[in-house]
């Protein structure tokens, strides 16, 4: 067997600790269409109560959530070293966007959205202050993308106004076509979003 | 349209010239299971009057789910180049097998068709067999012993520099069928067990 030359296994799965299992599974089943496949209670001695293993693709589970009844949300976490984000990719702009206005229907807020020049990206909260990142490559090409982190603008991102850009896209925009007219500036949003007071 | 990025369009297919458009497809199917997906002769009298390409036919060849891998472009008076070696050009075309036995089983079957082997060798990242085709353009047919194409990476920008490990197919298949791991066989050439009798000279076969 090799046991010199690195492996790049690929990314798999991340765990979250969570004081509410069922607000936590039932946010993730609503936005990310993850269901569980399995729920288990931690044998004694663990410091879990239930452990649920959850996918919304082939993996048997992309998210595993550790319970412990009552657990808070870090006060501090600004100034505390975690996890900032995890990221979700969709296919297309309209699996994106049409996936914006479901989430604006069910009333759960956004806290940012932006073209990033690699990709477009908008940003949530989970029930536990958890940043989910939903987004789209601008590219069609992976290795275009990867060109292109490799070579960003100083000012990195420019805000979007979703609204704007669904409007754009309906009225026959085509996705690079939104692109353009969003690092343009064209969609940026009328009331800036409140990325200071917003916890990341 | 993205018209300043770089985008990574993947490699898809390879056109030779030949004089022996039947015999090449012939040696592409039976060696790499490469079926004709369309074929057709150019008039002479486009040729004649340079109305149309400079060749009298062409043939798209495929082994898998792509249109064409290969395109023959037939020249009649085309000829082997003589003094290859010494001009500029292809040097070699490779195909992948995905297990170390379609490796070895390919292997024992091309010879079995009397088709002869130009030398084989482990280059620490796979094991690969050389053959000359009926135009002597060196086809390559390899097994990455590392299993992923992201490791074999990894080995290429740590290699070691050092001559190819040459291997005598026939002694692989042998210690293979005595229960050899490929990862085992590929420790075992690197070591020179499987050396051929007789080297091949790297001045005419690499």
């Known amino acids: 067997m090799n046991t010199e030359i690195t492996i790049h296994p690929k990314f798999q799965h991340c765990g979250l600790t ?4 069922d607000a936590m599974l039932d946010w993730y089943r609503k936005v990310l269409g993850i269901v569980v496949h399995a729920r288990v209670n931690s044998p004694a001695g663990s410091p879990f109560k239930t452990v649920a293993f959850a996918a919304n693709d082939e993996v048997n589970h992309r998210l595993s959530f550790f319970e412990t009844p009552g657990l808070p949300s870090d006060s501090d976490r600004d100034r505390h070293a975690r996890v900032q984000h995890i990221a979700f990719e969709y296919k297309s702009l309209d699996d994106l966007l049409g996936t914006y206005l479901r989430l604006k229907t069910l009333g759960i807020p956004l806290l940012w959205a932006a073209d990033q020049f690699i990709q477009t990206a908008m940003y949530y909260h989970d029930p536990e202050g958890n940043i989910v990142e939903l987004n789209v490559n601008n590219f069609d090409d992976d290795w275009a993308v990867t060109e292109q982190l490799q070579n960003l603008p100083a000012r990195l991102h420019v805000n979007i106004d979703l609204d704007k850009v669904v409007a754009a ?24 979003y409140e990325l200071h007071t917003t916890r990341w | ?32 299971g490469m079926t004709i997906t369309q074929r057709a002769k150019i008039p002479m009298v486009a040729r004649m009057t340079h109305q149309g390409p400079p060749f009298s036919g062409f043939a ?9 891998r290969v395109v023959f472009f037939e020249i009649p008076k085309a000829d082997i180049d003589p003094d290859k070696r010494r001009h500029t050009g292809l040097q070699h075309v490779a195909f992948e097998c995905t297990t170390m036995d379609d490796l070895l089983g390919t292997y024992v079957r091309i010879k079995n068709l009397g088709i002869p082997l130009m030398w084989a060798a482990d280059h620490g990242v796979a094991f690969s067999l050389y053959y000359q085709d009926p ?23 740590s ?20 229960g050899a791991e490929p990862w085992d066989l590929h420790t075992r050439a690197v070591a020179g067990e499987f050396a051929p009798a007789e080297p091949w000279d ?3 076969h690499f």
Do not use: C
């Open chain 2, 159 to 178: 290699a070691r520099p050092g001559m190819p490990s040459q291997i005598d197919p026939d002694k692989l298949v042998a210690a293979r069928k005595a």
């Open chain 1, 18 to 21: 969570t004081g509410n299992l």
């Open chain 1, 169 to 192: 896209r309906k009225a026959g925009a085509s996705p690079w076509e939104v692109h353009e007219r969003a690092i343009g500036g064209e969609f940026t949003p009328d009331a800036s």
């Open chain 2, 1 to 32: 349209m993205n018209t300043e990025i770089t985008v990574h369009p993947r490699l898809h297919h390879l056109g030779l010239i030949t004089a022996k458009l039947d015999e090449m497809t012939e040696w592409y199917r039976k060696v790499l």
């Open chain 2, 135 to 157: 135009d002597h353009n060196v086809v390559e047919i390899f097994f990455n012993v590392y299993g992923s194409p992201l490791t074999a990476t990894e080995y290429m920008k």
């Open chain 2, 60 to 68: 798209f060849v495929s082994n898998d789910e792509m249109d064409h």
């Open chain 2, 202 to 204: 790297p001045q005419s």
